[in-house]
């Protein structure tokens, strides 16, 4: 034993040195890189029995096309799972290359055996896809708001109308398209409302422009009387 | 169906005059826009759209559309609920959201990952800690962040502090929308010390941001934890004092028993989660599913009731003070001193000491504070359980310093699908007390 250690202690004396010597040497390591979450509720014998393809994502992803999609929801809806959630992306500036502009995804989830998995749709502008509304009731409002912020169109939406933005508010503003910071916000029928402008009349010593109608504040015009109720009653 | 170029529809267009400078009358119905300037996609819906033609109600009436909002103290918020009513019975119930739209989701993707904390917590400005958490664990996530344990049990005490401060809000408000004026000073009673302990951690008593990407901010002042093992004392005689004060009373019964019933089938339909759908009888938490943070070494029961009324959904948040009361006392226990902040010096911000003496930490700090860290390229989604439900930050990286997209899953903003389908047939009266239990931050709806 005791002639074995000394042995024993120099290769790894050796070793160390030259470990410690090559971690040293990059001063600033790279980031490690997202590996798949051990697949504790695997959802691949699933992907496999719907007949999708599965996508290599962090998170369980199976492809989708807008044509398979109400099927592959129907046969997940009759296993149980529930509609979570419905995100749009604009992959227009991304730095990889995208099959398509937008994604869509399906966020389901099985709340009684807690499988989760993402159904992704790729589409191109102008492209639509087929609501999930009669399958989950859930997608009523997610849609929505897919269609109000991206101008992704679901076919077949009993009310498929703006959620978030206001009703005269050009454009969607998540798109990556959509104009930001010193650009003036586009309203309908040509108006518009300045930054400048409107921080002038958060100010209160400018009557500015106060609100997406572009309307003066009111009590500084003349013309400017209080909303009274319109005849019928309210809409 | 982008709304830019219908020329056909001749509704609006280069064409069109532009709208006639506002005059007092039916042209200027303050607030709205004249019907003639209406798209086939605004927010805005005529009777006669929502009802399908329908004008005569069964009780021989007209139906009648009532504006609720939005400026209504029931709503909790703005919210504006369009409500059609035959007599006193309501038909369809169409809410208007959007009054609190901020852009969060825009905002993130301008700001760095770091900055992004400032933002998730104004969401849900009642339980600000589980958005900041849902936010923080999807990063870390991403970046694969090594969080110190110390960090990890105090986000579980202030996750769990965060939903009592919730649920606090929600029997004191819920109460007085039902016409009980009393509860809401002894619940707010409870929740001015909580924000006190709040305050006492980072400085703020709402919108807190205090978590950080690979830990917390700071650590936590020394006296903090023995006024949190205080506060849980003074908590638990509210809790009793709430359960005497009002769950026998005769009046609340009579309001909340049998009124709005979601059966289990048609909560998952709708999506909701949280105390919503466990009140429906489906026992779906992720503190215990889908464990984040440790939960599954903690010992707490999910509460569930198969009843599925407001009652249920009522009772459900008092049982959950006592659950939450149970963890962050198990919590409190495991607090061992030790760092709050991930070592890594390519995430966390390195100690000021060292700004003095060491170049390279100069270097870093000047790197995190201008440019921020760069996640690799993913996407990621970590869920969360608020005190509304199922939150989760799902984040595309492209592998710069800022999120490419990012997308809240807003618990409130599912959960209020349901307002739709369980006031039908109901009364007005009841419409306020199913809204109250329900149970919506209008921030978490609007983002």
Sequence with gaps: ?235 | MTTTDKPGTGQHGADQPRRPAPTHGAQAPGGTLAPEQMQPDHQESTSAERLHGQTEGQMHTQIMSLNVGPQHPSTHGVLRLVVDMDGEYVVKVTPHMGYLHTGFEKTFENRTYQQGVTYAPRTDYLHSFGHELAYVLSVEKLLQADVPERATTVRVILHELGRIHSHLVFVGTGLLDLGALTPFFYAFREKEALQDLFEAVCGYRMNQGYFRVGGLYRDIPDDWAPRVEKFLDQMERGVTEYTTLFAQNPIFLDRARGVGVIPPEVAIDLGLTGPNLRASGVPLDHRKDNPYCGYESYDFNVITSTDGDSLARFNMRLLEFGESIKIVRQALRRLKPGPVKDPNRKISLPPRHELETSMEAVIHHFKLVTEGFHPPTGEVYVPVESARGEVGYYIVSDGGSMPYRVKIRAPSFVNLQALEYACVGAQFADLITILATIDPVLGDVDR
């Design chain 1, 1 to 235: 034993m005791d002639p074995l250690k000394p042995a024993d202690a120099k290769p790894m004396g050796r070793e160390g040195v030259a470990q410690s010597s090559t971690s040293a040497a990059p001063v600033i390591p790279s980031p490690a890189p997202v590996t798949p979450a051990a697949p504790s509720r695997d959802v691949a014998p699933l992907i496999a029995e719907l007949g999708l393809t599965e996508d290599h994502a962090a998170e369980p992803t199976a492809l989708v096309t807008p044509g398979d999609l109400h099927r592959a929801a129907q046969a997940l809806k009759d296993h149980g799972f529930m509609l979570m959630d419905t995100v749009g992306i604009d992959y227009s500036t991304y730095t990889e290359p995208r099959p398509k502009r937008f994604a869509v995804l399906h966020n389901l989830y099985h709340p009684r055996d807690h499988r989760r998995l993402f159904l992704r749709v790729w589409l191109d502008d102008g492209e639509t896809l087929p609501s999930l509304y009669p399958i989950w009731r859930a997608a009523n409002y997610l849609e929505r708001e897919v269609y109000d912020l991206l101008g992704v169109t679901f076919t077949g939406h009993p009310d498929l109308r703006k959620v978030l933005t206001p009703d005269d508010l050009e454009g969607h503003p998540l798109r990556k398209d959509f104009p930001l910071g010193e650009t003036p916000t586009l309203f309908r029928d040509g108006r518009h409302l300045d930054p400048a402008a409107f921080r002038a009349g958060l100010t209160g010593r400018d009557a500015g422009l106060t609100g997406y109608r572009g309307e003066l504040r009111r009590g500084r015009g003349e013309d400017r009387l209080p909303p009274v109720m319109p005849e019928g009653g309210p809409k």
